[in-house]
């Protein structure tokens, strides 16, 4: 079975910075290689977000607006990682953050991302930023 678990998670003051982990099992180094991959966020009460995704095929990125120049999504095939670099951030970014793979429609590549574009989902991991 594809697992996914992510690491990294904490609580920072603004301005500072972490790097998500999200390590996958049960695929081999190819599989991982060919699957779009996103981290999504969520704070209670709200829909899930797309934050960041790497889109398999061009390696072309999406980006939440509020997020560019400030996050990096990035992935490791030989350790089959999906990373998140946050720098600089801010109270708003405060929410459970979630890595996930594997687009369920083909033709929903490049478009902004969906909570349902997704098929593997991991636990998620909590960050907090305080002002």
């Known amino acids: 079975a594809v697992q996914l678990v992510e690491s990294g998670g904490g609580s920072v003051q603004a301005g500072g910075n972490l790097t998500l982990s999200c390590t996958f099992s049960g695929l081999s180094e190819y599989e991982f290689g060919t699957n779009s991959m996103a981290w999504f966020r969520q704070v209670p009460g709200k829909e899930r977000e797309g934050v960041a995704v790497?889109?398999?095929?061009?390696?072309?990125?999406y980006y939440l607006d509020s997020v560019k120049g400030r996050f990096t999504i990035a992935e490791d095939s030989a350790k089959k990682t999906l990373y998140l670099q946050m720098n600089s951030l801010k109270p708003a970014d405060t929410a459970s953050y979630y890595c996930?793979?594997?687009?369920?429609?083909?033709?929903?590549?490049?478009?902004?991302?969906?909570?349902?574009?997704?098929?593997?989902w991991g636990q998620g991991t909590q960050v907090t930023v305080s002002s």
């Open positions: 790497l889109w398999t095929g061009d390696i072309t990125t």
């Open positions: 996930a793979a594997q687009l369920n429609d083909m033709n929903r590549r490049g478009l902004v991302p969906r909570e349902d574009d997704f098929r593997f």
